[in-house]
C-alpha cells in the first residue's frame, strides 16, 4: 500500500507545483492585471501595486527600529516555508488524487476486460 500512497503524494506535489506556479506566472505577467488595460495602463499598475511575491508566506512582519519595513525580500529565504505550505497542500489533495487513480484504474481494468472479451469472442468463433 506504501507505493500507492507514494505515487498519489508525488501526483498530488506536482499538481500542487503546476498550480502555484500558474498562480505566479499569472500574478507577475505583464498582460494578467488587476483592473483593464483601458482603465488603469500596466505601468501605473506597477507603481501601485508593487506585490512581494510569496508575502504572504510569513506572517509575521519584521519592523526595524527606524520605523516601517526595512527588509528586502528574497525568494531564497523563503524556500522552506514555502515547501512546507506545498506539501501541506499535497497532503490535502493525496485523497482526491488517490480516489482519482482508482477510478482510472477500474475504468482500465473494465476496458482491459471487454476488449479481451471480445477478442476472446472474435478469435474462438
Known sequence: MTP????????SLYLVDCHYHD????????RYSRLP????PAWLDRILFRPHPYGWVDGKKRESPGGG???????????KKLMK????DAFELQRSVLL?????????????WRLSAGFWT???G
Open 37 to 40: 488595460s483601458w482603465l488603469l
Open 23 to 30: 498562480k505566479r506566472i499569472q500574478e507577475h505577467s505583464e
Open 100 to 112: 482519482g487513480l482508482c477510478v482510472v484504474v477500474l475504468c482500465a481494468t473494465w476496458a482491459f
Open 69 to 79: 519595513n526595512k527588509e528586502r525580500w528574497y525568494y531564497h529565504t523563503k524556500q
Open 122 to 124: 472474435w478469435y474462438s
Open 85 to 88: 505550505m506545498e506539501a501541506a
Open 4 to 11: 500507492i500512497h507514494f505515487l498519489s503524494f508525488l501526483l
